[in-house]
């Protein structure tokens, strides 16, 4: 695709944001509209996955003023099937996301974009893990990231630095064909997704980004690590089912005619 022709999406999967998204989006909105930075058409989707607040009010009337936000809504919770859902219903040639709280520095954010729509990349990662990247966060958190990481790279032998990071971008024919094959509707998802993109062959390319933590997460740190790890099991039996039905028999087929022993 041409960079300079291309369309983006960015999609904000929200959840009872009622508050931070009136703070985020017109923040997101100026860096966007700044064509010095980032010289590409875009759309602003709001992904309301089940919000019981006045999220859905606040999304609407941002939609009123910015000809650029849409929202879509969705019953079923879980960030990773907002992302998936917003994505496929978007004609973008880049597809985008980022969390509302807008902890990764919107700075990062063109060579994201840059890195799919020039087709160095089929997906792009903010990583908060490798060389470049500046983190800003408790050490609970950097030490559950870090021993993340490992686990995912011994049981899924994934490459990447940083698996979860909301700031992630991938090109429209990418996510038409990964999408469907991605199972995990919640945190998971992230990790599912780069896991299978690694399997099947699509090149990946990771943006060091700044990162600081929002002290008002409402993330469940441990749970949702519990879950990542029961994610991890799960691909990880897929993988020794596929790699079991690619083995070739070794005994070969069996001898026709009169089988060894038998009598004439």
Same mark, same amino acid.
């Given at each position: 695709?041409?960079?300079?022709?291309?369309?983006?999406?960015?999609?904000?999967?929200?959840?009872?944001?009622?508050?931070?998204?009136?703070?985020?989006?017109?923040?997101?909105?100026?860096?966007?509209?700044?064509?010095?930075?980032?010289?590409?058409?875009?759309?602003?989707?709001?992904?309301?996955?089940?919000?019981?607040?006045?999220?859905?009010? +606040? =999304?609407?009337?941002?939609?009123?003023?910015?000809?650029?936000? !849409?929202?879509?809504?969705? *019953? %079923?919770?879980? @960030? $990773?099937?907002?992302?998936?859902?917003?994505?496929?219903?978007?004609?973008?040639?880049?597809?985008?996301?980022?969390?509302?709280?807008?902890?990764?520095?919107?700075?990062?954010?063109?060579?994201?974009?840059?890195? +799919? =729509?020039?087709?160095?990349?089929?997906?792009?990662?903010?990583? !908060?893990?490798?060389?470049? *990247? %500046?983190?800003? @966060? $408790?050490?609970?958190?950097?030490?559950?990231?870090?021993?993340?990481?490992?686990?995912?790279?011994?049981?899924?032998?994934?490459?990447?630095?940083?698996?979860?990071?909301?700031?992630?971008?991938?090109?429209?024919?990418? =996510?038409?064909?990964?999408?469907?094959?991605?199972?995990?509707?919640?945190?998971?998802?992230?990790? %599912?997704?780069?896991?299978?993109?690694?399997?099947?062959?699509?090149?990946?390319?990771?943006?060091?980004?700044?990162?600081?933590?929002?002290?008002?997460?409402?993330?469940?740190?441990?749970?949702?690590?519990?879950?990542?790890?029961?994610?991890?099991?799960?691909?990880?039996?897929?993988?020794?089912?596929?790699?079991?039905?690619?083995?070739?028999?070794?005994?070969?087929?069996?001898?026709?005619?009169?089988?060894?022993?038998?009598?004439?």
């Amino acid at each position: 695709m041409s960079v300079a022709r291309a369309m983006i999406s960015v999609t904000l999967p929200v959840l009872n944001e009622q508050t931070r998204l009136p703070r985020s989006l017109p923040r997101l909105g100026q860096f966007l509209r700044d064509g010095a930075r980032l010289p590409f058409e875009f759309e602003i989707v709001i992904a309301d996955n089940g919000s019981t607040d006045r999220t859905q009010e +606040v =999304a609407e009337r941002f939609c009123r003023e910015l000809p650029e936000v !849409r929202v879509v809504q969705f *019953s %079923e919770r879980g @960030r $990773g099937g907002a992302v998936k859902r917003a994505w496929l219903g978007s004609e973008a040639e880049v597809l985008t996301y980022m969390d509302v709280d807008l902890a990764t520095d919107l700075d990062a954010f063109p060579a994201l974009v840059v890195a +799919v =729509a020039s087709g160095r990349a089929d997906i792009a990662i903010g990583s !908060r893990l490798m060389a470049g *990247s %500046e983190t800003n @966060r $408790g050490w609970r958190r950097e030490l559950i990231s870090r021993v993340y990481v490992r686990l995912a790279r011994a049981v899924c032998r994934l490459r990447c630095s940083d698996a979860q990071c909301g700031f992630k971008a991938i090109s429209r024919f990418a =996510a038409q064909t990964l999408l469907p094959q991605v199972e995990d509707n919640g945190w998971f998802f992230d990790t %599912e997704l780069l896991v299978r993109a690694q399997w099947a062959g699509w090149r990946i390319a990771e943006v060091p980004v700044k990162w600081t933590e929002d002290r008002d997460s409402r993330v469940k740190i441990f749970r949702t690590a519990w879950e990542d790890v029961r994610g991890l099991m799960r691909l990880r039996r897929e993988l020794a089912r596929n790699r079991k039905a690619e083995k070739p028999d070794l005994a070969g087929p069996e001898p026709s005619g009169k089988k060894m022993g038998a009598k004439k």
